[in-house]
Every structure is written in C-alpha cells, then in structure tokens.
C-alpha cells in the first residue's frame, strides 16, 4: 500500500502506472475475447477500411477489425512479457542466491554459465531457440526467460554476496537458523526492493523482445493477433492505410514507455541513492 | 595487468561455453542441411549423390567428431565451409562484417554526439522546464523500438517527400562513400535514436551526481567559470557509466541489428545470422556466433580498461 501511495507521489510513477493499468485492463478484455470485433473474422467487404465509428482504427487487408487485433496482441504481448519475465525472475533468483550462498565452486559454476549466455546477444540467443523449438507464445515465453536469466542472475547474487556477509546473518547462525531460512528470510526479503525495479524494467524489455520476435515472423504465429506481426504486416500497405502501421506502433512504444517511467519510480522510491542528486 | 591477463584467460573458456551451447542448438533445429539447401531438389538427389554432399561438408561424423574437427579447424583459422554460399565461412562473415561495424559505429557517433550534449544541458538546468523537456524526448526515444522508429521513417520519406530511403545494392564505403553514407545514414539514426536517448539519460544523472560533489563545488567556489567547472572538473568525473553503456550498446550492434538491416534490406551480420539459422548453415551459425560473441568480449574488456584511463583511482581486479 505504502509502496502504490508512493507510486501516485511520483511524477512519472502516476502516469506510467496509469499507462500499464490501462494496458492490463485492455490485455484482460483482449484475452477474455471482449473485443468490438471477433479478432480474426475477416469482414471481405470492408477491406482496407479507414478508421471510423465501425471500425475505430480500420480495417487490415484481410477486412479484419484493426482495434480488436490490437487488444488481442496486447492481451498476447503481455502474457509472453509477464511469463518470461516470471520465468528469469525465478530461474535469476534461484541460481543467484544459490550461487552467493553456496559460494566457491558453485559460484564459479553458475556465473560462468550466465557469461556464456550474456555473450550472445540477446536477439541472437532468442533466435536460436524459437527456431530449435518451433515459433509461438510459449516458445517466446521460454527464449525471452533464457535470454533475461543472467541479469536477475546478477542482480540477486551481488546483493546476496554482501548481505551474507553481514552481522545479523552471522546472527541467525548463532541462534541456529537453517540455511533455507536465511536465505528465504533474510536474502531474499532484503533483495525484493531491487529484483521489483529490474521486474518492472524487464517487463518493458520482455515487450521489446516478443514484439521484435513476432516482427520477424517468429513469435505468435499467424491467424492470432500479435504487436509485432501486424506491424511487420503493415509494411507493404503503409501508403495506402497507413493507420495499419501508425496504431500498432504507437500502441508498443506508448506500453514500453508505461514500464520504463514505473520501472525508473519504483528505482527512485525503493532505492534512496539513486535519488536526484540536488544541483 | 595481472588483471588484464586474468580477463583474458577467461576468453577461452567463455568461447568453450559459447561454441558448446551453440553446436548443440543449432544441432536441434529439425530438419537436415541439405535438405534445407536445396528445398524440394533434394528429393532427386541419390542416397549415395546425399552421402557426398554430407562428406563433404563434414556433416556425415558423429556430433562428437564434427565438434572436435570444428574446433580443431579453428585452432587453424578454418571455421569450415558454409553450406548456403559454398565457401568458407570466415570469409562470408568477413564480408559481411564491415557494414555491420559501419552501422554500430555511425549510430554510437550520432548518440553519443547528441546524447551527450543533450545529457549535459539538461543537468546544468536541473528541474528548470528545458531539463523536463529534454527528459522527457529521451524517456520516449527510450521507449521507442528500432522497427517503430524506422518504419514511421520510411513512412514519413515516403508518404511526405515522395522519396524512399536508398536500398539497392549494397555499396562499400572505400568503393563509393556517398553512396554508402546514403544507404547507411537512416539505418544509423533508427538505431541511434534510442542509443542517443540512453547516452541523454544516463550522462544527466552521472553530470548531477558529479555536479554535486565537493571538487566541484570548490571548484565554483574559487571563481572557476561555468565552462570550465563542466568541462575540466565534471564531465571527466561523469564519462565512467556514459563509457560502461556505449561499450555495452556496441558490443551488442556488432551483433548484427537484425531488425533495422531487415527493414532497410541491408547485407549485415544479423540478417546472415536470422538466414543462416533457418537454413541449418551449422557452420555459418557456429562461426558467426562464435565470432559475435568474441568481438563482444573484447569489446567488454575495452570498456573496462577505459575505465582506469578515465580514473587512475580504479584498480581493476580489487574487491
């Protein structure tokens, strides 16, 4: 609660939290199939159909209601943002407090394997596994959560390192904590303000990456509704309805802007050092 | 230099890690080589005309075999032969290679030539209308995707001044600058917009936090000029995280700009990664994601002996 009061303290928190609060609502009706059209039914006569009071943002060359196939790609998007990031998230955070915890050999082991996935690019890496496993949502969810491992990787086992090293572990050691509760009680709760700022962060990368992914055909396949799909698709038609390309492309960029202004509040409430500096 | 040698014996073992990782996946793509070449042609090949296509490209050994021959070959300099363009890959990814590096160098130029400034500006008029103005650009260039930004460039071109961006064959800079500076300059800025944003944000925040401190004001205190507090005593303090993100934003456009070479058809190291991966180029793929992610490591390691150039104080290696 004192976090969300925060959040509407904040300048660029109050809009970037109305930006994704909006966007989970229209992901929800997209998703629930609650859309002014049915997505993927394709109105032949109505082709090419230019933005009205019928079809709030035209129609795409297949006669099919652009606004509808916008909130069922958002509804998409955000399923493969939400669960990639859900998948690093925990994959990151397991592998990081183990590898602070367990130190020595364990440490070296773990952190050699994230240096070998964070040399490749990140497009490159999701590449190769949408292709070894086939395009789709849930391949997407599967490469975009390998590719954003290591970060979470990263950000829990620096953190972990040096709680460990503090006084009030040593603490619960003397009062014979096991080691699964201090890690669980006393890493893991003092990480949860940084791993929320690099959650929020990632969500936007996570977009970024699936709308990328479908961009090259390689994402949520095709009759369903994805960002990057009718973005790509939009590309010959652009003269002729240039609303097939200006709707989708808004729609990515003002949803990763949501979480890039949430992420940078959450960074400044959460984490007093980064604050401002006065002049 | 104990630390410069320490980094670079971890080069080989990373390398190790990436061409294990990356022998394997492609290995995992269904679907044969050959087959992939040649589309329905490979129906009116004979097992034995197969088997020789498969000797000779080396794909007809145990994965075992091919692996060790692989990283053998390169010990030697030999990255093996690509089966889509039929020669050897070291000299496709080389061909391909200077548009990439073109490319990452014209955007990093373009962001760090307006990103910095902009970064500046907008610290030295910290919380005045004109700082929430340049903040505010850079949090939506930040937002903005490459595929965004180049297509509604090309939309713009096309829709409002009746041009298109130059495609075309591609022309290499010692053969014909202007001509390549054509093709390659709209590329640059679709991927130097959001670079630039970064570079904005990030030399903003290190210029407020440096502004802040107490050089700085002793500095003001003893009569130094504006000009000089920001140039001489600040800005070398606050280059640290600018060098950190352009390096890492770099490395990354060594990689290949999938999308954006994609978009304005242009022959760079991504698309040739994006095709060869499709086509199961098992050598093109090694070879290039091998080669990818060593300029990458370099490229780290620069980055972080930059950092004792712009601050003799930093030890690398120490806790």
């Known amino acids: 609660m004192r976090v969300l009061r925060a959040i509407f303290g904040h300048g660029s928190g109050r809009i970037g939290g109305v930006i994704v609060g909006v966007y989970v609502i229209i992901a929800i009706l997209g998703l629930l199939g609650l859309t002014p059209h049915n997505p993927i039914t394709q109105y032949r006569i109505d082709r090419l159909h230019a933005p009205d009071s019928a079809y709030w943002m035209g129609t795409d060359l297949f006669g099919r209601d652009v606004a509808s196939r916008l909130m069922a790609g958002i509804g998409q998007s955000f399923t493969v943002a939400f669960f990639s990031v859900a998948v690093a998230t925990l994959a990151g955070t397991v592998l990081g407090l183990a590898a602070a915890w367990l130190g020595r ?37 599967v490469a975009i959560g390998i590719v954003y491992t290591p970060i979470f990787t990263r950000v829990v086992r620096g953190p972990a390192l040096s709680l460990k090293a503090r006084e009030f572990v040593d603490a619960a050691r003397t009062f014979g904590s096991s080691s699964s509760y201090i890690v669980t009680r006393h890493l893991l709760l003092n990480l949860v303000a940084p791993l929320t700022v690099q959650v929020t962060l990632a969500l936007a990368w996570a977009l970024l990456t699936e709308a990328g992914l479908s961009f090259l055909g390689l994402g949520t396949q095709p009759p369903a509704a994805s960002l990057g799909l009718m973005l790509s698709d939009s590309r010959n038609l652009m003269e002729t309805a240039p609303w097939l390309m200006i709707f989708p492309g808004l729609t990515i960029m003002v949803s990763i802007l949501g979480f890039n202004l949430l992420g940078d509040a959450l960074r400044d409430i959460l984490d007093p050092r980064m604050r401002r500096a006065p002049a | 230099m104990n630390y410069l040698m320490r980094r670079l014996a971890a080069f080989p073992l990373v390398l190790l890690g990436v061409s294990i990782l990356v022998f394997v996946a492609i290995r995992m793509v269904p679907g044969d080589s050959i087959t992939a070449m040649l589309g329905t042609e490979a129906g009116l090949l004979t097992p034995a005309q197969r088997d020789a296509l498969a000797a000779y490209f080396g794909i007809d050994q145990p994965w075992f075999v091919q692996y060790w021959r692989w990283i053998g070959g390169i010990l030697h300099g ?92 591609f022309a290499p800079l010692w053969q014909d600058p202007l001509r390549n500076l054509s093709q390659l300059i709209l590329p640059a800025v679709t991927l130097g917009f959001a670079f630039a944003a970064s570079v904005t944000r990030i030399s903003r925040s290190a210029m407020l936090d440096v502004l802040s401190d107490d050089y700085v004001r002793t500095a003001r205190s003893k009569g130094a000029s504006a000009r000089s507090v920001i140039w001489r005593h600040a800005l070398p303090n606050a280059l640290i995280p600018v060098v950190t993100l352009s390096g890492i934003e770099f490395g990354y456009l060594l990689g290949g700009a999938v999308i954006v070479e994609q978009i304005y058809a242009l022959p760079g190291l991504g698309r040739m990664v994006l095709d060869a991966i499709q086509q199961r180029d098992y050598a093109l793929v090694q070879g290039s994601v091998l080669f990818v992610a060593f300029n990458f490591m370099i490229v780290n390691l620069l980055v972080d002996l930059a950092y004792v150039a712009l601050d003799p104080r930093i030890r690398l290696g120490e806790q």
């Open chain 2, 78 to 169: 030999n990255f093996g032969i690509s089966v889509t363009y039929g020669r050897p890959v070291l000299d496709v990814i080389l061909e391909r290679f200077p548009l990439t590096l073109e490319l990452a160098v014209l955007s990093m130029v373009i962001a760090l030539a307006v990103g910095m400034p902009a970064g500046i500006f907008a610290a030295t008029h910290n919380e005045k209308p004109s700082d929430l103005g340049v903040r505010v650009v850079a949090m939506i260039g930040q937002s903005t995707p490459s595929f965004v930004l180049g297509l509604l460039i090309i939309y713009t071109l096309s829709a409002g001044f009746g041009v298109l961006p130059a495609m075309g064959e």
């Open chain 1, 105 to 141: 050999r364990w440490d070296g082991v773990v952190m050699r394997i994230m240096d070998v996935l964070l040399a490749f690019p990140a497009i490159l890496l999701a590449l190769l596994i949408v292709t070894v496993a086939g395009p789709g949502t849930w391949t997407s969810v």
